[in-house]
């Protein structure tokens, strides 16, 4: 079992910045990799970034590439999500999800790769 909990979410303004922390307990949390997804009202969840197991590969959706960077302190069971650059298109709840399965360098994209979820932050982008 996996336990995640996500902090760091708030109400920013356009063009600012935001850190997403998402904690981490159970299993040994350099076993599996970490991303993170997003949902808006009325849209469906989406991917956002992920990272390995070592923190060696990364993972991004075209839509934040170059504003957006997870990194993971295994020393600290937790995995960051810097957000710069913030529009009011990134607002959206904002879900951490562990993937137990997969190599060293996994880094998966997909939803249904991911096995246990935390129950999300809310990320609000002001225009």
């Known amino acids: 079992q996996v336990q995640l909990v996500e902090s760091g979410g708030g109400l920013v303004q356009a063009g600012g910045s935001l850190r997403l922390s998402c904690a981490a307990s159970g299993r040994t949390f350099s076993n599996y990799a970490v991303g993170w997804f997003r949902q808006a009202p009325g849209k469906e969840r989406e991917f956002v970034a992920a990272i390995s197991r070592n923190g060696g590969d990364t993972n991004y959706a075209d839509s934040v590439k170059g504003r957006f960077t997870i990194r993971r302190d295994n020393a600290k069971n937790t995995v960051y999500l810097q957000m710069n650059s913030l529009i009011p298109e990134d607002t959206a709840v904002y879900s951490c999800?562990?993937?137990?399965?997969?190599?060293?360098?996994?880094?998966?994209?997909?939803?249904?790769?991911?096995?246990?979820w935390g129950q999300g932050t809310q990320v609000t982008v002001s225009s």
């Open positions: 999800a562990a993937c137990v399965v997969g190599g060293t360098w996994y880094s998966p994209s997909r939803q249904h790769e991911y096995d246990y």
